[in-house]
């Protein structure tokens, strides 16, 4: 009987036993699981303190943002002169004030002439503006030189002679002009008409001297409101003279300088004013050193007498229409690279294309070419050139209005 009583008691126990280690084993996997979520719980917590950080940043930036919008705007004007701790300055409408100084303000940056912001309300100086040009101006900087060079223009060769003498001889080799007690050439006027090579000699220019080179057209210095075309030319000679030795190229200067008279609207006393600060800036009381003046037009009859006579356009070099020998020589210089049949003879061309200009002479090549291209060959035939010289002719003919001729005269 007791024998009976200790087995059973040796089974209880062994239950009793394996129950607490099914429970630890709970227990332990119950422990692991909190611990995995407790450390799922920071790693949140600190990823919402981070994101919570990063938007109250957002946020002091967007109240500081709209701090500025509701600000007033400062008014810009330019200092005149100062008188002990007030200024003398002129806003942007014209009128001149005697305005007081931010004490915060270097006074070695107070000099005459700088750009200022004023104070909306009492107009007292608040900053000063660093120079700033006009983009139309600062964008005319030819930074990349133009890939064209004097050799691959053909048929000016004495215009070529003329716009070197002029224009790169005096900044390669200033001390020659010293020493034989003369001044340079100011500036060259090419005239001719449309498709003679006027814009292509500029930018053989460009590329053939170290020179700063600003281009820019007539037309963009022709502004609306009054005063604006004559600051454009100001600082556009002003960033010629800082970047001396340099060369300004205007192009179509007839936009702007017309002769003047005296039936005029407000738009046309608006582009004399702008006429006369060129005038002035080109030889005025404060002329322009080391600085170049190339213009271009094919209406020279329109322009100005001021502006034509020495001292200004020293020199102006006529562009025709090419004869016989010229249209020769740039026939050479476009059909350089351009695979020709040897029926094709460029005298042949030359023969046919009378009255041709050279941008119409390199059109009828690329006229050719593109035929060959189309039929599939792989040289220009002369049935190529005689269709490219009928469809320019009849380009011509079609437009006597547009045609070259008529707008030369």
């Given at each position: 009987?007791?024998?009976e009583?200790?087995?059973?008691?040796?089974?209880?126990?062994?239950?009793s036993?394996?129950?607490?280690?099914?429970?630890?084993?709970?227990?332990?996997?119950?422990?692991?699981?909190?611990?995995?979520?407790?450390?799922?719980?920071?790693?949140?917590?600190?990823?919402?303190?981070?994101e919570?950080?990063?938007?109250?940043?957002?946020?002091?930036?967007?109240?500081?943002?709209?701090?500025?919008?509701?600000?007033p705007?400062?008014?810009?004007?330019?200092?005149?002169?100062?008188?002990?701790?007030?200024?003398?300055?002129?806003?942007?409408?014209?009128t001149?004030?005697?305005?007081?100084?931010n004490?915060?303000?270097?006074?070695?940056?107070?000099?005459?002439?700088?750009?200022?912001?004023?104070?909306?309300?009492?107009?007292?100086?608040i900053?000063?503006?660093?120079?700033?040009?006009?983009?139309?101006?600062?964008s005319?900087?030819i930074?990349?030189?133009?890939?064209?060079?004097?050799?691959?223009?053909?048929?000016?060769?004495?215009?070529?002679?003329?716009?070197?003498?002029?224009?790169?001889?005096p900044?390669?080799n200033p001390e020659?002009?010293?020493?034989?007690?003369?001044?340079?050439?100011?500036?060259?006027?090419?005239?001719?008409?449309?498709g003679?090579?006027?814009?292509?000699?500029?930018?053989?220019?460009?590329?053939?001297?170290?020179?700063?080179?600003?281009?820019?057209?007539?037309?963009?210095?022709a502004?609306?409101?009054?005063?604006?075309?004559?600051r454009?030319?100001?600082?556009?000679?002003?960033?010629?003279s800082?970047?001396?030795?340099?060369?300004?190229?205007?192009?179509?200067?007839?936009s702007?300088?017309?002769?003047?008279?005296?039936?005029?609207?407000?738009?046309d006393?608006?582009?004399?004013?702008?006429?006369?600060?060129?005038?002035?800036?080109?030889?005025?009381?404060?002329?322009v050193?080391?600085?170049k003046?190339?213009?271009?037009?094919?209406?020279p009859e329109?322009l100005?007498?001021?502006?034509?006579?020495?001292g200004?356009?020293?020199?102006?070099?006529?562009?025709?229409?090419?004869?016989k020998?010229?249209?020769?020589?740039?026939?050479?210089?476009?059909?350089?690279n351009?695979?020709l049949?040897k029926?094709?003879?460029?005298?042949?061309?030359?023969?046919?294309?009378?009255?041709?200009?050279?941008?119409?002479?390199k059109?009828?090549?690329?006229?050719?070419?593109?035929?060959?291209?189309?039929?599939?060959?792989?040289?220009?035939?002369?049935?190529?050139?005689?269709?490219?010289?009928?469809?320019?002719?009849k380009?011509?003919?079609e437009?006597?209005?547009?045609?070259?001729?008529?707008?030369?005269?």
């Amino acid at each position: 009987m007791s024998s009976e009583v200790d087995k059973s008691g040796a089974i209880e126990n062994n239950i009793s036993i394996n129950d607490n280690s099914e429970s630890l084993r709970d227990i332990k996997k119950e422990f692991s699981l909190l611990s995995e979520k407790a450390q799922q719980l920071l790693t949140d917590k600190i990823f919402l303190e981070n994101e919570c950080s990063r938007l109250k940043k957002r946020a002091n930036r967007l109240e500081e943002e709209l701090s500025n919008l509701h600000s007033p705007p400062f008014v810009v004007g330019h200092l005149q002169d100062t008188v002990n701790d007030n200024a003398i300055v002129r806003s942007s409408n014209g009128t001149v004030f005697l305005v007081s100084i931010n004490k915060h303000i270097e006074k070695n940056k107070l000099i005459p002439g700088a750009r200022v912001a004023l104070n909306q309300d009492n107009l007292s100086i608040i900053d000063i503006l660093n120079d700033a040009w006009d983009p139309l101006v600062s964008s005319a900087e030819i930074i990349d030189s133009p890939d064209v060079n004097f050799s691959d223009i053909g048929g000016l060769d004495e215009q070529i002679k003329q716009i070197r003498q002029a224009i790169e001889l005096p900044i390669e080799n200033p001390e020659a002009f010293d020493k034989f007690g003369i001044e340079s050439p100011k500036g060259i006027l090419l005239a001719g008409p449309p498709g003679t090579g006027k814009t292509l000699l500029a930018k053989a220019v460009a590329s053939s001297t170290n020179a700063t080179f600003l281009g820019i057209v007539g037309s963009e210095l022709a502004q609306k409101y009054i005063g604006e075309g004559g600051r454009m030319v100001r600082e556009l000679f002003d960033l010629a003279s800082q970047k001396a030795p340099s060369i300004i190229f205007i192009d179509e200067i007839d936009s702007i300088g017309s002769k003047r008279l005296d039936s005029t609207t407000s738009g046309d006393r608006e582009v004399q004013r702008t006429l006369m600060q060129l005038l002035a800036e080109m030889d005025g009381f404060e002329s322009v050193k080391n600085v170049k003046i190339i213009a271009a037009t094919n209406r020279p009859e329109l322009l100005d007498a001021a502006l034509l006579r020495s001292g200004r356009f020293d020199r102006i070099v006529t562009l025709p229409l090419p004869d016989k020998v010229a249209r020769r020589s740039i026939l050479q210089v476009h059909t350089r690279n351009t695979p020709l049949s040897k029926n094709v003879g460029i005298d042949f061309i030359s023969n046919q294309t009378d009255g041709f200009s050279g941008a119409e002479l390199k059109s009828l090549v690329v006229e050719a070419a593109m035929n060959a291209i189309s039929d599939n060959r792989s040289v220009v035939s002369k049935i190529d050139i005689v269709k490219s010289i009928e469809i320019i002719t009849k380009k011509k003919n079609e437009s006597p209005i547009n045609s070259t001729e008529n707008l030369y005269r």
